[in-house]
């Protein structure tokens, strides 16, 4: 991993998802300094020792003075399959006070790297990895924070803070039957990619959040239409994704009500969500999800002193 | 293809859908002489000359004595992928009364070959090709039934007959999405393909029926509850099964209540709906699919003449 700048670095954070990894070199007093990323996510590495390895490579340049580099990691790399499982917090939880990193032994002594454990809900049972730790970030700025978090993804994320704890969360399979349905069901045929419109996406979201149980039938029509030829097909995808956020805010809508909701997510799904909430009147404020994924791996930096 | 007995065969009756090919010899009086099936559906052809190909080789033995021999089809092999389109009768609709079937060119002039049209609604837009043979089936023993006909599949069939007329229907994808979320998801990591739990089933069909705007964030906790180690995975497959049923039911509730439902389908398919369908308290009658589509290709051959 090629590196612009390494003065002053003091530590590093890092984001291993399932399919990328980002890296943060950080100050002494937790300024970015560079970051790089690569697709070396969890998905691609078969062993503990090919996670170090591909770590190693990554900060190899920075090892250069003997002393010890820490590294704070937050996503997958902390599962079952992951570099080693980190296990889970239980709710009720402060994920900013209470990060309690696991310590990973590596056989390059230079690096000292940690790895923070996922957050877990017994009953109903739910688990959460990385994002308890971009809810730490969004708590570092709203320490009492009373409210509403939704961290829409592959699987959304809606978490329930009070007084800066989570109480309890839910996951919603929303991307991910987003993703298969439009890629391998029979509606791959009906959706065109680079087609869009606003007005199909809120009937989807209406049409979602005002009869769920409809949710199977409505998908066939996307087909049928494209068949009969009534080109409302140019809209496929945007009425799937519609019809998918809207049932995910029906099933929440216990949550939202009458709270303020925070929205954190990539910048196209940020929108999305965003348009869908306005369309139910809910009170959303939006957050950078990268800002709080490194606000919260800095705070259990800092923690670990 | 092998054939048995081909003594007294009169004509063809032919069930070619998208994975299967099903074959029949009729007699002058439309009793079977002998049957047979493989696996050359339509997903597996890709012209309308491979069509006739595969239809020469099954029947080529039948051929001997220079006569045509008449061969009535239903299903996929009458799509726009298929061996010709066959178009849509529209509802409302009597299938059993006005079948239209539509006479393919051969290059082999002794196959005289028919294939029915599917049905089709405008609003919502909806489509069907192949059950609509099976309705016809169900209506030559019931000429006049008004209720309701379910038929379950990959792309789960309901329709309202009046007075022996298809007045609308509704596609569920609740197969689909099943073999989706079973083979490709990440739930396939927690569902074991030969574990199974009736009570699993009901408790699913209750959750999605009561609670169909959950139905994603069900999904995420057959997941979680692997994760956790609670067990309850021995049963995911069942819990899947059971919430996806359950959203069916809950979509279609307008359509059963206080009405007679005929159900034909696959005896696993058949037997699943039925458990969900008594635990709704729906009166239901079961039907022999593959005795219902031999009935209509019989009614339609008859109307030939």
Request: include cysteine; aromatic fraction near 8%.
């Amino acid at each position: 991993m090629q590196w612009k700048n390494t003065q002053g670095v003091c530590w590093v954070a890092v984001d291993w998802g399932t399919s990328n990894l980002r890296i943060w070199l950080m100050s002494k007093d937790s300024q970015v300094i560079d970051h790089n990323s690569s697709d070396q996510g969890m998905a691609s590495l078969n062993s503990a020792a090919e996670f170090e390895q591909v770590l190693f490579e990554c900060l190899e340049t920075l090892l250069v003075d003997g002393d010890t580099l820490p590294v704070v990691c937050c996503g997958m790399v902390g599962a079952k399959q992951g570099w080693q499982d980190a296990g889970y917090s239980t709710v009720p939880h402060n994920p900013l006070e209470y990060q309690k990193p696991v310590a990973l032994p590596t056989k390059h002594s230079q690096l000292w790297v940690w790895v923070l454990p996922g957050l877990c809900q017994q009953q109903p049972a739910d688990v959460m990895r990385g994002e308890e730790t971009q809810i730490a970030g969004v708590l570092c700025g709203h320490k009492d924070f009373t409210g509403v978090l939704c961290l829409p993804g592959t699987h959304s994320k809606w978490a329930l803070s009070q007084a800066g704890q989570v109480v309890s969360f839910n996951t919603f399979m929303t991307g991910e039957l987003f993703a298969l349905l439009s890629k391998q069901s029979v509606l791959r045929h009906s959706i065109i990619d680079d087609q869009w419109s606003d007005e199909a996406f809120k009937q989807g979201v209406s049409d979602g959040f005002n009869n769920p149980a409809q949710f199977t039938g409505a998908l066939f029509s996307v087909r049928a239409e494209d068949i009969l030829g009534s080109g409302a097909v140019l809209f496929g995808k945007a009425r799937l994704s519609g019809l998918l956020i809207g049932m995910e805010l029906a099933g929440t809508k216990q949550w939202w009500q009458g709270q303020k909701v925070m929205l954190l997510g990539d910048s196209l799904l940020q929108s999305l969500y965003k348009l869908a909430m306005e369309q139910m009147n809910i009170d959303v404020a939006l957050m950078d999800a990268t800002q709080m994924t490194l606000a919260g791996l800095t705070a259990a930096y800092e923690q670990q002193g």
